[in-house]
């Protein structure tokens, strides 16, 4: 696997490390519907969030929140729907991206909620 892979995965994990301590219940994670990838679908109270994940090493040009452009948000947005399309909620969706800046052995990580919202 890749270094940029590996780089991933150990920010969905600390991401989803992150949202189980703050309350939050993890529901799914690296969900695929068509060309649409969820990294992690969870639940907060009555509010389904999914969380776009965005991993990168410190002195990189552009934010990871930066990465999550029109077109991805979009992709986001149509998965969503087919998961909820296809479960049993009937709750409130949002959707968040929690950014990963790696610098060594020590990371930050922000959490933006309602970083974006769906077009109507």
Known sequence: MSEHNDLGKQGEEMAATYLKKAGYEILGRNLF????????VAKQDNEL????????????MMSPEQAVDARKQRFIIEGAAAYI????????????IISVIVNGQESEIDHIENAFYPSI
Request: without cysteine; aromatic residues 12%.
């Open 49 to 60: 969030v999914f969380v776009e994940v965005k991993t990168r090493t410190k002195g990189t």
């Open 85 to 96: 399309d296809q479960s049993d909620y009937d709750l409130d969706a949002r959707f968040d």
């Open 33 to 40: 519907f068509r060309k649409a990838e969820l990294d992690i």
